[in-house]
């Protein structure tokens, strides 16, 4: 089992800079772990994913602003957010999935992880 606790969200002005992070305890290693974002009224959507042989996957929206990245000796996922936009405004996930057969491109997908944090909002203002 993982426990993931996310943080480093806030309130911003369009332009800023931000680093999530995901802590991550108990069975710490995961086949690949992802960012999911939602804003009021959207589905759920994969914002960047690492699996563990450290291939990324990210989405297009953010793909030159945004970098995932992992530090084992830590167990902790980050997100850098820079140049931030009004339509990043969103709750952020981490997620984490155990089993590789969903591939790693998103690991498989929001519908598929196996464990998520709480949540860390991210509002960007103009």
């Known amino acids: 089992h993982v426990q993931l606790v996310e943080s480093g969200g806030g309130s911003v002005q369009a332009g800023a800079s931000l680093r999530l992070s995901c802590a991550a305890s108990g069975h710490t290693a995961p086949y690949c772990m992802g960012w999911f974002r939602q804003a009021p009224g959207k589905q759920r959507e994969g914002v960047a994913a690492v699996d563990s042989d450290g291939a990324t996957s990210v989405a297009d929206a953010v793909k030159d602003r945004f970098t995932i990245s992992q530090d084992n000796a830590k167990n902790t996922l980050y997100l850098q957010m820079n140049s931030l936009k009004p339509e990043d405004t969103a709750m952020y996930y981490c997620?984490?999935?155990?089993?590789?057969?969903?591939?790693?491109?998103?690991?498989?997908?929001?519908?598929?992880?196996?464990?998520w944090g709480k949540g860390t909002q991210v509002t960007v203002s103009t």
């Open positions: 997620a984490a999935i155990e089993s590789q057969l969903g591939g790693s491109w998103f690991c498989g997908g929001a519908v598929g992880m196996d464990y």
